[in-house]
């Protein structure tokens, strides 16, 4: 597993730069190395951080058509409830590449405007074991979970990463992929999410936090590893690395 690395940057601008040019070259390896790159998505402001893609000269350089969009949690509501993070990426990105609708990858669209969080959960599983069975996921020769090539991932300031909260069991799950929780901390409480051994066999994982509201969390688990905050376990196959702003930056 890959040992934590942190970059601290100036401005939010320029860690939205940074996170743009490291996508675009994992993009360009693993296409070239295999023909399709799998990207994994979460919420909150990481889509506004990923408006330098749609833009030169990453917009019209990357094989957009290559990619497979997937999210690594998602609130169970209506595809068009503002809380959608399938909207907030469309709207923010998606919308805006041209990446084929037949390579992204949402949430039940019925079952989730229903509220039915454990069986989303269960079809978001059931989705991923088709794309294995089609070879567009590979399962991980290490941890034998499916093997993404790069999850985008942000952090809240209770310490919490896609759905997986301090104090709840989520975070324990083993046997499943996508596990669901009905009683979030943060509204709205039903989510589906990766478990936490998806998320660790990742071959890259970038973790980006913005402004002042995380950095204590940041503090206890940079300096103190503190396991009780979900993000202290991310870990990666190759890469795991964490992408600070000045103000997320400011207890360390």
């Known amino acids: 597993m890959a040992q934590r690395k942190m970059i601290v940057f100036p401005t939010k601008n320029e860690l939205s730069q940074a996170m743009a040019e490291y996508t675009a070259n994992l993009s360009a390896k693993f296409i070239k190395e295999k023909g399709l790159f799998t990207v994994v998505l979460s919420g909150g402001d990481l889509i506004d951080w990923l408006c330098k893609l749609v833009q030169p000269p990453y917009i019209d350089s990357i094989e957009w058509s290559k990619w497979h969009v997937f999210w690594v949690d998602e609130r169970v509501c209506a595809w068009e409830?503002?809380?959608?993070?399938y909207k907030l990426a469309m709207e923010g990105f998606l919308s805006k590449?041209?990446?084929p609708d037949k390579n992204i990858y949402a949430i039940d669209k019925h079952w989730a405007a229903d509220g039915n969080a454990e069986?989303?959960?269960a079809l978001y599983e059931e989705c991923l074991k088709n794309l294995v069975k089609e070879k567009i996921i590979p399962i991980s020769k290490k941890t034998g979970y499916?093997?993404?090539d790069l999850q985008l991932l942000g952090m809240g300031p209770d310490g919490h990463m896609a759905s997986l909260f301090p104090n709840h069991p989520q975070i324990n799950e083993k046997q499943k992929w996508v596990t669901h929780i009905?009683?979030?901390p943060k509204p709205p409480p039903k989510r589906i999410t990766f478990t936490l051994p998806v998320i660790?066999?990742?071959l890259y994982n970038l973790m980006a936090i913005c402004d002042k509201a995380p950095a204590r969390s940041v503090a206890e688990i940079m300096k103190h590893?503190?396991?009780s905050l979900p993000s202290a376990h991310l870990?990666?196959?190759v890469e795991n690395v964490w992408y600070l702003d000045q103000a997320a930056a400011s207890e360390l």
């Open 235 to 237: 870990s990666a196959q």
């Open 200 to 202: 660790n066999s990742s």
């Open 182 to 184: 009905t009683d979030s």
């Open 225 to 227: 590893n503190n396991l």
């Open 146 to 148: 499916p093997e993404f």
């Open 119 to 121: 069986h989303c959960a």
């Open 97 to 99: 590449v041209p990446i």
């Open 81 to 85: 409830d503002p809380d959608s993070n």
